[in-house]
């Protein structure tokens, strides 16, 4: 399974940003999608995710501001991320933990004026 990213940028504060996840087969039916994120020199932190039975968890950082959805295709999914502050700024990564399976590359956020 190879987990690429897409949808990263220059933004600036207060803007959007819709981040996709494309996995191949079908690995978020069995595992959460999962999208992390990570700044240099610090861990990957939890962003959001969406367990098999469809419920969502939000970091708080994320909650009110950032969106977590499927997509029409079995093996995509997205992160809607709003009202971005500079400290948004990092790294993210879409993942389906217990799967096993290597991280991707990860798309870049930058938020700044």
């Known amino acids: 399974v190879q987990f690429v990213e897409s949808g990263g940028g220059l933004v600036q504060p207060g803007g959007s940003l819709r981040l996709s996840c494309a996995a191949s087969?079908?690995?978020?039916?069995?595992?959460?999608m999962t999208w992390y994120r990570q700044t240099p020199g610090n861990e990957r932190e939890l962003v959001a995710v969406?367990?098999?039975?469809?419920?969502?968890r939000y970091a708080d950082f994320a909650k009110g501001r950032f969106t977590i959805f499927r997509g029409n295709s079995k093996n995509t999914g997205y992160l809607e991320l709003n009202s971005l502050k500079p400290e948004d700024t990092a790294v993210y990564y879409c993942?389906?933990?217990?799967?096993?399976?290597?991280w991707g590359q990860g798309t870049q956020v930058t938020v700044s004026s």
């Open positions: 993942f389906a933990p217990g799967a096993g399976e290597p």
């Open positions: 087969g079908d690995i978020f039916r069995k595992y959460p």
């Open positions: 969406i367990f098999s039975n469809e419920s969502i």
